[in-house]
């Protein structure tokens, strides 16, 4: 037969234009040769470039038009959402597990980035709470850890760019320069190299990029109420196309203090938060890549964010002393700031070999923090503290996948850990009469001091494995295995004075912390139980193994439900914050079963995505932090102790919508029911069966939308605003309502509201420029955030420490995206 060749309309001139243009070639070099006219010659040529004028216009109609396309194809439709959280690129609606996911550039757009914790605004049944940018505390579905220690990781393993944090305080890094952050829920074991039994998050940042002409650079600034001002952005640079490239990023925030204290006439809560990330990506070839993150931080607080309530009908908290009931107000008399430092680098290697995908992840991170603050939170002498810490952790991860796309496809990893803490901690009470306070003739003793020294170390290694087999194109299973081993050790020594008479001098008050004398009486004999004055070490070691089994079944192409049953372990620990003997304790590790049905999918040509997942928490040795009177030592102490029992159910329902092309809608809500069973404070020290945990509230909800309206000149106004509703929760778990002596503890936990954030954008042609106006917190709700129980009144304490939560802030904002 024979073969006949169609040219399109494009390929015609296209071909045309090499003919000719060869002709001109041949006829310039023999008019050279001839001496030709050359006016003929230059008429040739001016052909010549107009015939590839023409061919350049129409092959840039075509692309115009394939990009006006696939612009409005995107547009019509809420796209995919590419994620790692079972360590492939996959699409986040096609996972058989619970995942929020919130893209870098949205989080930019409204925002959110001040502190890692604001991310928990957006996922149903979870909550965050932080003092001011400093130490989150994270829980999801109940699971979450309120302790103060460093040493004690959270049940929420916290990611940055794939390197585990371990401690607390170095995960409040901002968000700045992100591509996304992912936030799993339930157990995370099987994928991950530490085990984890609420969740994790993953905090990702935008990588540098091997292209020319990449449109992900920005510089942000913003100014808002209370001289709040922030600088931003992220900046490529291209050293060898497609080989090896760098990006620099950058945040800097300084804000004055809102609260005003009221002793000392200054206005508190002030800080300033400063970090730099630094990234070379090399391709080294075209199987294997090479990315290396460094990163620095640098803040700073100034000024106390805590008062003080007062139970009593006359509002005195004690010697006399009545705190202010303002919103905004504190009083204290010690000085309170921090200054954390944080540095890092990780190293990410990847290369193919066959079908295969090997990575290696090294790690290091280093965190210190020293800082001052006033025990008692008044301007009473009672108490003061200084800290002095420092962490450093390393890490190694090395991991080998199949590809995903295979019938049967699997994973497997090795992680190793190493943790070092050295914590120095001092509290006192300075002379009355050599110090600025409000009551000098207060009752308690001259001069009090206690020291503490802490040494602890962790070192784990672990493995672990998740196979998946698709048994037909609709039905898939995966199951999961991991073994761990984990070993800490730790020192403590203790010095503390009695409570009572003149126990020593300070010669330097500026720097009491470090200039104690004692007299006489001195420290305290070590031996009781209720002695401030001890020494002790341990060292334990915990092996387990967690596991989950997964079916999945595809109803159709756009909706899918799976199963999943989990078997979560988190790591034992000691109460290394004890202040005596009857404090000190080693809690077990503690174990969690998860049982959760879910159901993924996407509606309306991809204009609507809807999930929802119900689950089922075993919870066993639930490791908590818990207040409550110790005969033996004849005082109140706080306890980190296990409770062997919890249970937990609930619901999320999430929802993402494109009504029209111009109105976007997002929201979840979270129902949650929790209860601790077996439930007892050691050495008697009291019950609390039944008892929600903390910071659960039984229902969370949050609603987010954006309008834009289009202008002639290719500009847009862009109308948003979200809001977030959470109802009752207690901060502690126990006493929650009326504690023993039947005082209502209000200052212990919080009612349900709402808070509502609004915005207003315009952007100009090209998405170049954006200034937004905001507001947020609009209506100026006032709640509790945050709270410390203090109450004794056998001891004449008749409050609670609190933290007021965020006033309305008005601000503005210009982007630049070059």
């Known amino acids: 037969m024979k073969r006949t060749s169609q040219i399109s309309g494009a390929e015609q001139p296209r071909n045309l234009w090499k003919l000719r243009t060869v002709k001109v070639a041949v006829l310039s070099a023999f008019a050279g040769s001839l001496v030709l006219n050359p006016a003929w010659a230059a008429e040739e040529e001016k052909a010549a470039e107009g015939q590839e004028a023409q061919v350049s216009e129409a092959a840039a109609s075509d692309e115009t038009k394939k990009t006006a396309d696939e612009t409005q194809a995107q547009e019509s439709s809420l796209g995919s959402v590419t994620v790692t959280a079972n360590r492939r690129k996959e ?24 502190s890692s914790q604001e991310i928990f605004n957006y996922v149903p049944n979870a909550t965050a709470v932080g003092q001011q940018h400093g130490r989150p505390r994270w829980w999801i579905r109940g699971i979450g850890a309120g302790q103060q220690q460093q040493d004690l990781a959270s049940p929420i393993g916290f990611y940055l760019d794939d390197v585990y944090i371990s401690n607390a305080n170095a995960t409040g890094f901002p968000l700045f320069d992100l591509e996304r952050v992912e936030v799993l829920r339930g157990p995370q074991g099987t994928k991950y190299g530490k085990n984890t039994t609420g969740g994790a998050v993953n905090i990702i940042s935008q990588k540098p990029s091997l292209k020319e002409g990449k449109t992900d650079d920005y510089v942000k600034a913003e100014y808002a109420t209370f001289n709040d001002k922030i600088l931003q952005g992220g900046v490529n640079i291209p050293l060898i196309e497609d080989r090896l490239g760098a990006r620099i990023s950058f945040y800097n925030e300084d804000t004055d203090g809102r609260f005003r204290n009221q002793f000392k006439g200054t206005k508190d809560g002030g800080l300033q938060d400063g970090a730099l990330r630094g990234q070379l990506l090399g391709k080294i070839t075209d199987d294997f890549e090479a990315l290396l993150n460094v990163h620095y931080r640098k803040y700073k607080t100034d000024g106390a ?10 509002g005195v908290l004690r010697a006399n002393y009545r705190p202010s009931t303002g919103y905004n107000d504190v009083s204290t008399n010690a000085d309170n700031w921090t200054d954390s430092s944080q540095t890092g680098a990780n190293l990410n290697l990847k290369w193919n070999v066959g079908k295969l995908a090997f990575t290696s992840i090294t790690g290091f991170e280093g965190f210190k923090n020293e800082g001052l603050s006033d025990g008692d939170n008044s301007p009473l002498e009672l108490s003061r503290s200084h800290t002095d810490s420092q962490s450093r952790q390393v890490s190694q991860e090395f991991r080998i996948t199949s590809p995903r796309e295979d019938q049967w496809n699997w994973l497997g990893g090795v992680h190793l850990f190493k943790e070092t803490l050295d914590l120095n901690s001092q509290n006192a009470k300075l002379p009355s009469g050599q110090v600025a306070n409000s009551s000098p003739t207060d009752s308690g003793p001259a001069v009090t001091y206690n020291a503490t020294d802490l040494k602890h170390e962790t070192t784990s290694f672990s493995l672990f494995g998740n196979t998946t087999y698709n048994w037909t194109d609709d039905f898939a299973t995966s199951a999961g295995l991991s073994w761990s081993r984990e070993k800490k050790d730790y020192d403590l020594n203790r010095r503390g004075t009695g409570n009572t008479g003149v126990n020593g001098s300070f010669s330097n008050l500026a720097q009491w912390w470090n200039s104690f004398t004692p007299s006489g009486a001195g420290f305290t004999p070590a031996g009781t139980l209720g002695s401030g004055t001890f020494s002790t070490s341990d060292s334990a070691t915990w092996n387990r193994w967690s596991y989950d089994f997964t079916p999945e079944y595809k109803l159709s192409p756009s909706d899918r439900v799976f199963f999943k049953y989990a078997h979560g372990i988190k790591s034992g620990g000691f109460n290394t914050a004890a202040t005596n003997l009857a404090a000190v304790n080693t809690v077990k590790p503690e174990e969690l079963d998860s049982y959760e049905v879910g159901y993924k999918s996407e509606w309306l040509a991809g204009r609507l995505n809807f999930n929802a997942t119900a689950f089922y928490y075993d ?200």
Not at 106 to 114: E, N, P, S
Not at 305 to 314: E, K, V, W
């Open 91 to 114: 699409n986040a609606q096609k996972i058989a597990t619970p995942i929020t996911v919130l893209k870098g550039k949205d989080l930019l757009q409204q925002g959110v980035g001040r």
């Open 305 to 314: 964010i805590t008062n003080t309530n007062s139970y009593r009908a006359d």
């Open 619 to 818: 919870y066993q040795d639930a490791q908590v932090n818990v207040v409550g009177f110790n005969a033996l030592a004849g005082q109140t102490v706080s306890y980190l102790q296990n409770v062997d029992k919890a249970k937990t159910y609930g619901l999320e329902l999430e929802i993402q919508a494109l009504p029209t092309n111009d109105w976007f809608i997002s929201g979840s809500l979270g129902l949650l029911s929790t209860k601790f069973e077996d439930a007892e404070i050691l050495n008697n020290g009291g019950n609390f069966d039944g008892n929600r945990l903390v910071r659960s509230p039984n229902v969370t909800a949050n609603i987010l939308t954006n309008y834009t309206f289009h202008v002639d000149n290719g500009a847009k106004v862009v109308l948003g605003a979200d809001a977030r509703y959470l109802s009752q929760q207690y901060y502690y778990v126990t006493p929650q309502g009326f504690d023993a002596s039947g005082v209502n503890r209000t200052g212990l936990e919080q009612g349900g509201f709402t808070i509502v954030n609004a915005r207003i954008s315009y952007v100009t042609p090209g998405n170049k420029y954006t200034l937004t106006a905001y507001a947020n917190n609009l209506f100026d709700k006032e709640y509790l955030q945050h709270s410390t129980p203090s109450y004794n009144a056998g001891q004449g304490i008749f409050g609670d420490n609190i933290i007021q939560g965020g006033v309305r802030v008005v601000g503005a904002s210009f982007t630049a995206a070059f």
